[in-house]
């Protein structure tokens, strides 16, 4: 077994608690299910907003899934870099996994794929 990261990012179309926990939580659903995590293999999360996201604590959402109360989460503001990606959530997991780097499977949605369009899985893969 080896700590492993796996990230996941996407953007939102409104400052909004509903919205923000809504979209996030989707996003962290299909980072567990596309890499088979278990509550208990997760050292810790990570979220960042960029700064036109402050309705609500991204992190909450993750209590509303199965068996993860427990996992610790932290938000953080992102760092507000001139023309980047606006109204984003970035994720980072950090689990403890048998796979590979190369095999983690990276989740973007939304206008978020445009940060790392080179760690999207294509079908089949």
């Known amino acids: 077994m080896m700590t492993r990261g796996i990230r996941g990012a996407t953007t939102i179309e ?27 293999a997760v050292s810790h999360v990570f979220i960042s907003v960029t ?24 938000c953080m503001q992102e760092i507000d870099v001139p023309n980047s990606l606006e109204m984003c959530i970035r994720v980072m997991m950090v689990v403890k996994m048998t796979v590979t780097q190369q095999e983690v499977s990276h989740i973007f949605h939304n206008q978020a794929i445009k940060l790392r369009p080179d760690l999207i899985k294509k079908t089949g893969e």
């Open 51 to 74: 700064k036109d996201i402050d309705a609500c604590f991204p992190a909450k959402s993750l209590r509303d899934i199965p068996g993860w109360t427990h996992v610790p989460v932290m």
């Open 14 to 40: 409104e400052n909004s608690e509903e919205h923000i926990l809504a979209t996030t939580k989707t996003l962290v659903e299909e980072m567990i299910m596309q890499n088979n995590v278990k509550a208990e």
